[in-house]
């Protein structure tokens, strides 16, 4: 659609009622050049934690259907009173939620997928020249009942509204001010990129970088919708995701921690088909992710496996394990919780042979041993002690530095 | 439906988790009796109120069509707590908003009346053994927009749901035990009904007895639905609300006291045909519900009219009125915003002429002057000023409580 930009607003953006107005100046701005808007909102500040605990406060383990039907106020609420704020200077808007706008989604409470979404409702109200507010972060399964997207799903939300009505610009406002070569609160300096490409970016929000959910970044991949990361504060002109970034593909673009990682090793497997199955299949069934898969090179007849978990899925997943030992046939599980994850992500990497072999130099060179190695064609993920999380990441980073400085911005104070 | 029973809990009695689990056994309790029970909630505590603050932040004077969508969300956050504190005490259970049941209403947000209610979502979840919890005060339009039904309208909620269900009984939960012949507070003599009559009821309802919504009782009479209200916090059998409550009528079943009253006197209006619609017409098309009409007897060719408004129209009325001066023709407007209505109300009373001159004799006894007399078949209100009230309602209930005393309960401390 011409003309049509996508602006996703976060929690933090629409806490109180000058942050709503302040967004809703910004709206109008971009509508004042002539642009049609669809805004897409998260629930105000802290609201979605709020209700979680009212949930937590009826019983330990909720139906996730309650929940749902529960958690999805708090974006209506923010979406209401935007479309207030945005009527209060005099621009026509409208709230709708997922019913209203027909976004249909899987029925798997809590972690839905959007399936389609209906256009119908979204481009009559454009038509009559109103900025549309949609409630983020939710889908309607196909017996009408609410679902969720998973926590942070409001940015894909956002692309999947852009995607499907051909926007020209998705803009995802946060309270950063764009996509940095590593944590700046971990590694003071790093740069802010001017831009990135897909699948970069897509292994930093998977390996950590919790500043975009990583579906909204595969969907904006597939349906090649141009992204932006900036921020609702200031006017920071952000960081632009997209297909191909114009200038040589940087060999490192960036380093994501991730403190989340819990390991399971389950030894003395039998060393015949089907274990790897029997193993991973209980797991999947439960909906627990398991990111590194390590298989020990065989000694004997019996073999070691070792995979990570997120930690709040460590508990269910040796569960699940014991519960199913006589099918797996294995001896014992260990598990190890005090474990971090450092990622290097850079689509050079796969024609720079000497990027892995830099990566373990700076480790060494400041003493920290390295428990797993993973790699994939565009990323380097290490698994190490948490406690030497920082001192490792600026390591690399500083190592890395001269490859991140063809596309930055000095970092802003 | 054969042993279907309705309860509706407002919102002191869903306001924390400890009220919830009570309100859950006390369902649970009644689904062991053999029953099926369809439980509408309002929003927990002062919930309402908060969402109204946070509009009135944003704008003076907000879009009711999104002030709606905001509201909404109260509701279904309590049918959904409600629906988990029911499974957990192993009830299976499942809350439905207005969009999923399918609770088409009228356009006008904020105000908007039931006009049908689908059976089929409701019928197949109570066939599948699970209570229904329904989020009162809302329903949809014809776009499948939200609107609401008007403060206090969880009541009528229940009773449509009742109807439509042909429900055995609806119990309305509330934070009193029954229907008193005045209001506790200030006649502290005031005795519980055992049972009144819809009409009796309505009456009273409409006077300013906030215990039940009037349009409830209004829908209760109609579809013949058997009313009970009750409290939630103890087993005190309440108050039954029928056509025939089996006994002969008493003359008089109750008072009730509206402070929510102001008074436009509109003079030198002239006295020809037209003046009456003149007048109403502009009001009416504001929703602005008019209730004592008084026409004084004319003097010469002029005449005045006044009537009474709920304070918070008063300045609306007002407005309204100037706009229309050329074309009503009047002198001037008058105001007086210190007056309370003060209402007898009994089936009996059509056919016991001595009942007004009783009530206007202890006023008199009292000291009270009255401003306004207004009588119907089964009522008779006057207005008299603000202050003395209390006085006033004392008086006249102890000149009635001999006939009061046919059918009531002790009142419980």
């Known amino acids: 659609m011409d003309n049509l930009i996508v602006h996703k607003y976060g929690g933090t953006s629409v806490a109180n009622a000058d942050r709503i107005m302040y967004v809703a100046k910004n709206i109008a701005k971009v509508c004042d050049q002539g642009n049609r808007v669809v805004v897409v909102v998260s629930a105000q500040g802290h609201t979605t934690d709020r209700l979680l605990e009212k949930a937590s406060g009826i019983a330990f383990d909720v139906d996730r259907r309650e929940l749902d039907m529960l958690l999805v106020t708090g974006e209506q609420q923010s979406a209401a009173l935007l479309a207030m704020a945005l009527q209060s200077i005099g621009k026509p808007a409208i709230s709708l939620n997922a019913a209203q706008v027909g976004i249909e989604a899987t029925s798997v409470h809590?972690?839905?997928?959007?399936?389609?979404?209906?256009?119908?409702?979204?481009?009559?109200e454009l038509d009559k020249g109103k900025v549309v507010v949609v409630a983020g972060f939710q889908g309607i399964n196909r017996h009408g009942d609410m679902t969720t997207?998973?926590?942070?799903?409001?940015?894909?939300?956002?692309?999947?509204?852009?995607?499907?009505?051909?926007?020209?610009l998705c803009e995802i406002y946060t309270d950063v001010d764009g996509i940095y070569t590593a944590d700046p609160r971990i590694v003071?300096?790093?740069?802010?990129?001017?831009?990135?490409t897909y699948d970069d970016m897509l292994e930093l929000a998977a390996s950590g970088a919790g500043v975009l959910h990583s579906r909204a970044v595969e969907m904006a991949k597939r349906y090649n919708v141009n992204l932006v990361l900036r921020s609702s504060m200031?006017?920071?002109?952000?960081?632009?995701?997209?297909?191909?970034?114009?200038?040589?593909?940087?060999?490192v673009s960036g380093l994501a921690i991730d403190r989340n990682v819990a390991r399971v090793?389950?030894?003395?497997?039998?060393?015949?088909p089907g274990v790897a199955y029997s193993i991973f299949n209980p797991l999947a069934k439960e909906k627990i992710i398991v990111d590194i898969i390590l298989l020990s090179v065989g000694k004997g007849d019996k073999r070691d496996y070792s995979f990570t978990v997120n930690k709040q899925d460590l508990c269910a997943a040796c569960k699940i394990l014991e519960d199913n030992k006589e099918q797996i046939g294995f001896d014992c599980i260990t598990t190890d919780e005090n474990l971090a994850k450092l990622?290097?992500?850079?689509?050079?990497?796969?024609?720079?042979?000497g990027v892995?072999?830099?990566?373990f130099e700076s480790l060494f060179e400041c003493g920290v041993n390295i428990e797993t190695i993973s790699t994939s064609e565009i990323k380097i993920s290490v698994l190490i002690d948490e406690r030497n999380i920082t001192k490792a990441a600026k390591a690399v980073h500083s190592k890395f530095e001269p490859m991140l400085s063809e596309d930055y911005t000095e970092t802003e104070d």
């Not at 090793?265 to 015949?272: C, E, Y």
């Open 110 to 124: 809590f972690n839905a997928q959007i399936k389609r979404i209906q256009t119908k409702r979204l481009t009559a």
């Open 149 to 168: 997207l998973g926590r942070g799903a409001s940015d894909t939300t956002a692309v999947a509204l852009a995607a499907v009505l051909e926007a020209q």
């Open 188 to 196: 003071p300096n790093a740069k802010r990129l001017n831009s990135i």
């Open 234 to 251: 200031n006017d920071t002109p952000g960081t632009i995701i997209k297909e191909d970034i114009g200038v040589e593909r940087l060999t």
């Open 265 to 272: 090793s389950v030894t003395g497997l039998p060393d015949i």
């Open 343 to 353: 990622t290097i992500v850079g689509a050079g990497m796969a024609n720079n042979s």
């Open 356 to 359: 892995a072999a830099a990566m």
